[in-house]
């Protein structure tokens, strides 16, 4: 089976612009993460659903980001507007069940310039 | 509250020598699961390995193994006769049962730096 598939692999933007990030999770999944990872802040997560409903958001830093799951192969990150310390890597990764582990996508680099 | 600590943020060794790589956590559950991932210079975050508080044994899967022991809350990760693909980012994680389970409590991770 295909891993957790994100695109794109690199972004780079303009401060002010809209960027979307995506995901697929793995088959059969039913709980969907976001992370970013700094090398200031380490990992963090900003938001995960389960069966595609948002469990918890208290991660994103703030109004400016937002996430959807429309159904259970997708999920968007979209920062607008974007900010340079918004600089990252965006990670997206899948589980199923509980305590299972969870798995990671390839990640995101995210450059505002 | 829930913490895991990686003290090494860097080890350098050199290929075939032995290393540990040190795990501390922090929780008041009696019931959690640790974990390790394994960051490569490429990125990706892979997983190794889960266990949960009620099994404490020794785990061996090839040049790897992990010790858990719940009386120093640490679970350390050794790489037997270490090679240079080893050389990684290592990070611990804790989900700890007052969370649902729902969330991974990472460690700031240890380089492993593994020269020929």
């Known amino acids: 089976d295909a891993g957790v598939i994100q695109s794109p692999r690199h972004e780079v933007t303009e401060m002010g612009q809209e960027v979307t990030l995506r995901c697929k999770p793995i088959?059969?999944?039913?709980?969907l993460f976001w992370y970013r990872q700094t090398m200031m802040r380490g990992l963090e997560l900003l938001i995960y659903?389960?069966?595609?409903?948002?469990?918890?958001d208290s991660g994103m830093p703030e109004d400016r980001f937002s996430a959807k799951m429309p159904n259970a192969s997708f999920s968007t990150l979209k920062i607008q507007p974007s900010e340079p310390r918004d600089s990252a890597v965006y990670f997206c990764?899948?589980?199923?069940?509980?305590?299972?582990?969870?798995?990671f996508g390839p990640g995101t680099r995210l450059t505002v310039t | 509250a829930q913490k895991v600590t990686q003290a090494q943020t860097e080890i350098s060794v050199v290929e075939k020598e032995d290393v540990t790589l040190d795990c501390v956590y922090e929780?008041?559950?009696?019931?959690?699961?640790l974990f390790w991932y394994k960051q490569p210079p490429s990125g990706e975050l892979v997983f190794l390995i889960r266990?949960?508080?009620?099994?404490?044994q020794n785990e061996i899967s090839g040049r790897y193994s992990w010790n858990f022991q719940k009386s120093t809350s640490s679970f350390n990760f050794t790489i037997t006769a270490s090679q240079v693909v080893d050389s990684a980012v290592y990070f611990c994680?804790?989900?700890?049962?007052?969370?649902?389970?729902?969330?991974?409590?990472f460690g700031t991770g240890t380089r492993l730096l593994v020269s020929p």
């Open positions: 990764a899948s589980r199923q069940g509980l305590p299972y582990e969870q798995y």
């Open positions: 088959s059969g999944h039913d709980y």
């Open positions: 659903f389960n069966n595609n409903v948002p469990i918890d």
């Open positions: 929780t008041r559950d009696t019931t959690y699961y």
């Open positions: 266990r949960n508080s009620f099994d404490e």
């Open positions: 994680a804790l989900t700890p049962w007052n969370t649902g389970f729902q969330k991974l409590v």
